[in-house]
């Protein structure tokens, strides 16, 4: 064969998935922070292709914290956004902002308070800690649910600068953290296991990891919608249950200061305590909503004084995409079940 003929062949063989390519939807995501695993469901989905097969090319818009995703979404900069929990859908409809929440792929919030190991017997007993350091938004919204329902002190809460050394130097101070990744920071630089208190099993019962976008946009496009989300439930599925390597990669090539044991920490952390698979999920599949889960966090926000009463709640989500049940095949057979 010629140059020119190999080269004619060569050009005829990526002509299909040059054709495949120009097909594909063009969707961009922003995350709520720089890429880490817990957002390793989305470049699981990316890496393996997940999204392509039902039409989209996702761009993955990275977060921190000089970049306000939210907004570029609400400017139509964006499509899709990771929001935290509830409490933002809560606000968007006082304030009249058309956000509608489409998935939830953290059946529970990773939000917990740690404590040195064995000084505190029960979550209660943190009521006797000498301080517990809780930045300003945990302490206008879970620290004051903490006060409502368990009646927690005002005083005790100390603001915390996100630097765990105070913490780790008073044996009797708590600290707020993300179970997925404070807990491996504190072994690392204290050198003990500190006692995690997992907020959402003591009932602080928001979702997180919320995949929102404008209310037009589910309207008008609700097959793009439906891709996104039964995707990334089944990008979720293969991150925790099959092999996180593709994924993984592509965390760590966009950011260079994320380490493979700080990821396989946090993996570990998410299975242990069913933060993306438990409760709804187990029967509808990852990324599903029960919408009297919804309205029992939103009464116990109201009660904080953290929510305003009277808010159509219902207007801001819909169970349409999330509850198809579309990665629960795909959950069970990575399982073995």
Not at 135 to 156: H, I, K, T
Request: charged share 15%; net charge negative.
């Amino acid at each position: 064969m010629t140059k020119t003929a190999t080269a004619m062949a060569l050009v005829l063989a990526t002509l299909p998935l040059a054709a495949a390519a120009e097909d594909l939807t063009h969707v961009t995501f922003g995350t709520n922070w720089v890429p880490e695993a817990e957002h390793g469901g989305y470049y699981q989905a990316v890496a393996t292709g997940l999204y392509n097969e039902c039409g989209l090319d996702v761009e993955i818009v990275s977060g921190g914290p000089q970049v306000n995703n939210r907004a570029l979404l609400m400017a139509g900069k964006i499509d899709f956004n990771m929001a935290g929990n509830l409490l933002l859908p809560f606000n968007s409809i006082e304030q009249g902002i058309p956000v509608k929440v489409v998935a939830a792929h953290f059946q529970k919030e990773p939000q917990v308070l740690l404590s040195h190991p064995g000084v505190f017997a029960t979550f209660e007993d943190l009521k006797n800690a000498s301080q517990i350091f809780v930045g300003d938004a945990g302490y206008q919204s879970y620290y004051q649910w903490m006060v409502n329902a368990f009646g927690f002190p005002q005083e005790l809460r100390v603001p915390y600068t996100f630097n765990a050394a105070p913490f780790i130097a008073d044996e009797n101070s708590a600290q707020q953290a993300y179970v997925t990744s404070e807990p491996y920071a504190v072994e690392s630089q204290g050198g003990f296991t500190p006692d995690v208190w997992v907020l959402a099993d003591l009932g602080f019962s928001t979702y997180a990891t919320l995949v929102e976008t404008m209310t037009d946009t589910v309207e008008t496009k609700p097959e793009v919608v439906k891709c996104f989300v039964e995707a990334s439930s089944k990008g979720w599925a293969s991150y925790l249950y099959g092999d996180p390597t593709p994924g993984n990669d592509l965390i760590m090539a966009q950011n260079s200061e994320m380490s493979a044991e700080q990821i396989a920490f946090s993996i570990e952390m998410m299975k242990k305590y069913g933060i993306v698979d438990s409760g709804t999920s187990l029967e509808l599949g990852i990324g599903a909503m029960d919408p009297a889960v919804i309205k029992d966090f939103y009464d116990k926000m109201v009660a904080a004084g953290v929510a305003t009463a009277g808010l159509d709640i219902e207007s801001t989500y819909t169970t349409e995409f999330s509850n198809t049940g579309a990665a629960l095949e795909l959950t069970a057979e990575l399982q073995g079940k």
